[in-house]
């Protein structure tokens, strides 16, 4: 598939910051000012109702401290659910020291602000005091509630939609923060943190493999597209680089249906797009990319390759082996469902360790490697030497019992036939393919990354380009930070297991238990945003996104609303 340049250059020069990462750290705290319209918009919209201009403590109230917790410099607050009802009770009498006159509830004035409250009271003997649920945050007529601020912030941190955190609230009648006021917050300081964030742990990572690289050590990388749906109506693809080495990710970028001609052509488009990126950036080609078995990727890493200089060095493109076990394991699972071949049914996991082995134990050497993958239905016959091969000339296990549970196949079977045609593929495409898996390498890691997208980027739902290039990077984050945990413990120091049942239902098996997930780059984050509402400025980071390219798709005129109405009515009626 042919990627079109302008769509490329035009999508990295929206990667390019315009700044090198030098001149990006000593511009590290480069801030601009809020303006009042945007102050105006981020105050007002915090509920449905308008908030209060005055602050927490006037002349004549006693003034209440907030002391929250920390843990490594960024503030935790404890809160609890209390009962409206229960809490104005509180203010039945008067709070001033020595006083203690009752309080009229018509002298008992209670304003909402998002999901904080603020109780104004004045007593029999005309005390007057102020109290709110939630800290407040700026200064003056700026000031913002900071539960309000981090439940807008922690909505996006946590993966979660504005739309199920309002129901949720809605239904336990909590007060929450309007989606107006959660828009905003996205808009002016959340889209702009998590950026500023992830290109400075982007570059810190890439740092490391560059030193890798420098020590003699060749930088393999593994790539992998994620659609937003099934099928060909898909929107936005998420394209992500993994380090094999350091198993971190070193880019994301997420591609739009607009800016190609079909959706299966977003893939090939980002992974190139990143590539560029890289390479033009940061200075960094690797040495090998590990793909699935696409032809249209590559098509793309040919081409990418024809373009670089003469002296500069080539990406060697290599295929995902679980990618290619699978397809051969999906033959195989459609052909035990037949009378002539359920017999290869038992057999399925055991060529599944074969071809896992052949790979494993054939690095660098193709002829071998295709010695014992044709040596499985040999195997599965009871033939294990090979007098003809120059490599692998007898299987590798010790006798086997006579008394097996699993029957010997016959090597003139229907299920033999099968099999082999499974690992050869259609007109020998599997076996072909091989000779671009012989370094071993595949995927794995970015599908349990793609995973974790799931939660931050849920199919669900659909979001902007921007939201979306956010969430990612969230999940990028989240992944970074947590791919060196350890094997947790028990209190008396013995490692930590956990038995679970296969999906099937038929066994069971051993999975590690890990250590908590280090989640502390969220609090980092709205500690940050709280800063900027504090100080009244947000730094001058500019997310990248494709709205700005021009669709390459044919466009369709707006129709008048009414017109579309009456012509959608009198198609009804017929």
């Known amino acids: 598939m042919e990627v079109e340049e302008s769509t490329i250059s035009s999508s990295y020069e929206l990667l390019d910051s315009g700044q090198s990462e030098e001149e990006l750290e000593d511009d590290m705290y480069a801030t601009e000012e809020m303006t009042d319209e945007e102050w105006s918009q ?29 843990q490594e410099g960024v503030s935790i607050p404890s809160r609890v659910i209390v009962d409206k009802d229960l809490l104005l009770m509180l203010f039945s009498t008067c709070q001033i020291p020595g006083c203690g006159s009752l309080v009229d509830k018509d002298d008992l004035k209670i304003k909402v602000e998002g999901a904080a409250v603020s109780i104004e009271a004045t007593c029999v003997k005309s005390h007057q005091y102020k109290w709110s649920s939630s800290p407040k945050v700026g200064e003056h007529r700026r000031q913002m509630f900071r539960v309000n601020i981090e439940l807008a912030s922690y909505v996006v941190l946590c993966g979660l939609d504005i739309s199920q955190v309002v129901d ?23 889209h702009r943190m998590v950026w500023f964030t992830w290109r400075f742990s982007q570059k810190k990572e890439i740092d ?64 190139k797009t990143l590539l560029k990126n890289l390479d033009e950036e940061f200075n960094l080609t690797p040495d090998t990319l590990t793909t699935d078995r696409s032809t249209t990727m590559k098509s793309m890493i040919s081409e990418f390759n024809e373009d670089l200089p003469d002296n500069h060095p080539k990406i060697a493109h290599t295929f995902d082996i679980w990618h290619w076990i699978k397809s051969v394991l999906k033959v195989l699972w459609e052909a035990v469902k037949t009378k002539a071949c359920e017999g290869l049914n038992e057999w399925i996991p055991s060529i ?48 086997l019992d006579s008394d097996r549970s699993k029957a010997w196949l016959d090597p003139e079977s229907k299920a033999i036939a099968k099999l082999r045609a499974a690992l050869n593929g259609p007109n020998g495409s599997r076996m072909a393919d091989l000779a671009m898996m012989t370094n071993f390498t595949h995927t794995g890691l970015l599908e349990n990354y793609h995973s974790l997208l799931n939660k931050y980027c849920s199919k669900e739902f659909f979001y902007t380009h921007i939201s979306m290039q956010t969430r990612t990077c969230c999940a990028a984050l989240d992944y970074n930070c947590n791919t060196a945990r350890e094997q947790a413990l028990t209190a008396s120091g013995v490692p930590r297991f956990d038995l679970v ?3 099937h239902g038929r066994k069971y098996y051993i999975k590690v238990v890990k250590d908590e997930k280090d989640q502390s780059w969220r609090d980092k984050i709205v500690n940050l945003i709280i800063q900027c509402v504090q100080t009244g400025v947000k730094p001058d980071v500019w997310v990248p996104t494709l709205d700005q390219v021009p669709s390459v798709r044919p466009l369709v005129t707006r129709p008048v609303k009414g017109e579309a109405i009456r012509l959608h009515q009198s198609r009804m009626l017929l």
Not at 42 to 69: A, C, I, R, W
């Open 352 to 399: 599944q360790n074969q071809i896992w082995w052949a790979f494993s134990s054939s690095i660098g050497n193709l002829e071998m490697l295709k010695e014992k993958i044709n040596s499985i239905p040999d195997h599965l016959t009871n033939k294990h030497v090979f007098p003809s091969n120059k490599h692998h000339l007898r299987c590798a296990h010790t006798d």
């Open 501 to 503: 049942k296969a999906r």
């Open 168 to 190: 949720y609230f809605c239904h336990l009648s909590i007060e929450c923060i309007s989606q107006r006021f959660f828009f905003y917050m996205q808009r002016s300081l959340v």
């Open 208 to 271: 490391i493999v560059k030193d890798l690289k420098e020590s003699g050590s060749k930088i393999a990388i593994a790539g992998d597209g994620r659609f937003d749906s099934r099928g060909f109506s898909a929107y936005y693809c998420t394209y992500s680089l993994q380090s094999l080495a350091t198993k971190k990710i070193l880019s994301t970028w997420v591609a739009s249906k607009h800016v190609v001609k079909s959706s299966s052509a977003m893939e090939p488009y980002a992974a």
């Open 42 to 70: 981020l105050s007002s919209s915090q509920s449905e109702y308008f908030p209060s201009q005055n602050s927490n403590v006037t002349e004549d109230s006693e003034e209440y401290e907030f002391t929250p917790k920390t």
